[in-house]
């Protein structure tokens, strides 16, 4: 017995055959990045996970006023949660902060394309977008992280 496709059911494979091949098409592996993390020393301070963000402290990253933090590390979450650090060439970290009168950033640290420390400028709230790029696009992009910088507080 020979059995034969439905008019829909070959549509609907040659139309997700054909977005299967365009976004293979250009020979590169895509990251499949669902989120980012960002630590200190190993301590999450900050992550996203697909459309919600969670912050260690409060409902922001806290940056002192007329300081810089110590180095945060970047690791991107994979489609199955697994954190992971991009390798090979033509990957890198990109930034976009809502507001540079507030904050700064230096990127890299110490020559690794994965961490930065946030520069306290003047007091005040502002955002802070995190992009992987890979071979001239954006693989992955942040939502914004919400930054406040303070004065600190003395004991």
Not at 85 to 102: A, Q, V
Not at 131 to 152: A, M
Request: aromatic share 6%; glycine share 8%; with cysteine.
């Amino acid at each position: 017995m020979t059995r034969r496709l439905s008019l829909p059911t070959l549509l609907y494979t040659l139309i997700g055959s054909l977005i299967l091949l365009s976004a293979c098409s250009n020979g590169h592996d895509h990251h499949a990045a669902i989120g980012v993390i960002l630590s200190v020393d190993g301590e999450m301070i900050a992550v996203q996970e697909q459309n919600t963000i969670t912050y260690a402290i409060g409902d922001a990253i806290y940056v002192p006023a007329e300081e810089s933090t110590e180095t945060i590390t970047v690791q991107f979450l994979s489609d199955d949660g697994t954190p992971f650090t991009p390798e090979g060439s033509g990957n890198s970290l990109r930034h976009t902060i809502g507001n540079t009168d507030i904050l700064g950033i230096i990127h890299p640290v110490d020559n690794d394309e994965w961490s930065f420390q946030l520069t306290g400028n003047q007091t005040g709230s502002t955002t802070l977008q995190l992009d992987l790029w890979h071979d001239g696009h954006s693989d992955f992009s942040s939502l914004d992280f919400q930054v406040t910088v303070e004065v600190p507080t003395t004991d």
